[in-house]
């Protein structure tokens, strides 16, 4: 399976630099802004749909551009879901924080890439739960489902899905 993709990835770089299309010159970074509850931005839809209604949700103060939510989802069970939204100022990168815990990361456990989330962003799992973490130009964004505690009965599927989706929504409305 790797071996068809690789070379799938090469014929297609191999007829992309043959075309005589221009390529397109690239756009312009996104900048986020940082207004008001960051965690107020936070979309809970596809969190919702697979955990289980919004019970709670609490933020520490945003200090300098960070800022820190829990949220409780679930019917019976309450699931904890803690996010951390980064945003540096004057719309600088983040991109080489975000390399450095990629990077501590990918030693202690199996990353997975998602594409077409920010400029660059992975899940993982470990003993607490399914984890995302994303960047985007100014704005560093984790999720992490804390299921460590729960049955694995209790544990729902489409958790990684409904982080992704979020991340998605939540990016829109930071930048607007």
């Known amino acids: 399976m790797k071996l068809v ?4 990835v090469s014929a297609l770089l191999t007829l992309s630099a043959c075309s005589s299309s221009p390529t397109p010159a690239p756009s312009k970074p996104r900048v986020y802004q940082a207004t008001g509850d960051l965690c107020g931005h936070v979309d809970h839809n596809a969190l919702a749909a697979v955990l289980g209604p919004l019970k709670s949700a609490r933020s520490a103060p945003a200090a300098g551009g960070t800022q820190s939510c829990t949220f409780h989802f679930g019917t019976t069970v309450p699931i904890p879901v803690e996010i951390s939204i980064q945003l540096a100022p004057g ?6 924080y975000y390399q450095g815990l990629r990077g501590v990361e990918e030693k202690q456990t199996q990353l997975s890439t998602v594409t077409g989330l920010g400029q660059d962003a992975y899940t993982y799992e470990d003993v607490t739960g399914p984890h995302l973490v994303a960047y985007d130009n100014n704005l560093y964004l984790s999720y992490a489902v804390v299921m460590g505690g729960l049955p694995q009965s209790s544990v729902p599927s489409g958790v990684v899905g409904a982080e992704v ?8 409305r930071l930048i607007q």
């Open 91 to 96: 719309g600088a990168s983040v991109a080489s």
């Open 165 to 172: 989706a979020s991340a998605h929504a939540t990016m829109e």
């Open 5 to 8: 993709y690789v070379l799938g």
